[in-house]
């Protein structure tokens, strides 16, 4: 009786510690001292020589998500989870922009004519060797765990057309509100979304992941529906979001600036 007690006791203790939140407060502390947020919070920039001078604690960082293993990920609970991939994906991609800052000028100068920086193979994570776009494609838009479009206003390539990098890392409890606000800021950044006249001219955020955003996420079936959804972030009083919502708005997709996300 007292052997099964014991047991019990150790697969629950087991559990509990698998379960644990994994702890993002030296990813948090390096984005609240090293991002800037500009243009009255909707963008930021990214002090990279400032995150230079403290590679040790970035490494320490990246190398405590490295050691979670499948089965502790597995565990957690679905905002843990996005939380966690969330923030893997950006501290790795200021980690292979640090690989070649001060000399470069886009993340896509560390590509190459036969593969593109998304597609190189460098991040030890959950038992594999990956890419970051076997993090974003793979593990979050192609796992159908999380059903979650917001993600592309929460993942950062390093770009001024991207989304901003949040200067703060993204956490279970919160994660909801904090992927709201990245929605509304991105699709409030009049640089990056914006209406001139009949037309309503998007990042091409919206062209390239279009599927994601009509998947019926809050029952919108349409990328229309979905940016109808946000017609105050966007500014369209509500004649125009009628016509939107019907299909009599041209919808144009802006150029993706990709020049790096850096301070001055």
Known sequence: MK???LTLLLLTLSTTIQAAEFDHSAWDALLKKHVITIRDGLATQV????IAKEHTQLERYLSATSNVTRATFDH????????????VYNAWTVKLILSGYPGIESIKDLGSFFQSPWKKTFI??????????????GLI???????EPRIHFAVNCASIGCPALRP???VAARLDVQLEEATRNFLSDRTRNRLEGDTLYVSSIFKWYR???EKGWHGLDTL??????????????????????RGDMDIEFLDYNWKLNRTP
């Open 168 to 170: 703060e890392a993204y």
């Open 124 to 137: 030890p994570l959950l038992g594999e060797t990956r890419s970051l776009d076997d993090i974003e494609h």
């Open 224 to 245: 229309e529906q979905f940016l109808t959804h946000y017609q105050q972030a966007l500014g369209l009083d509500d004649h125009q979001t009628r016509a939107l919502r």
């Open 76 to 87: 957690w609970s679905r905002e843990e989870q996005l939380a966690f991939l969330i923030n």
């Open 211 to 213: 599927e994601d955003f």
């Open 141 to 147: 838009r192609g796992s159908g765990r999380y059903f």
């Open 47 to 50: 002090d990279y020589s400032g």
């Open 3 to 5: 052997k099964l007690a």
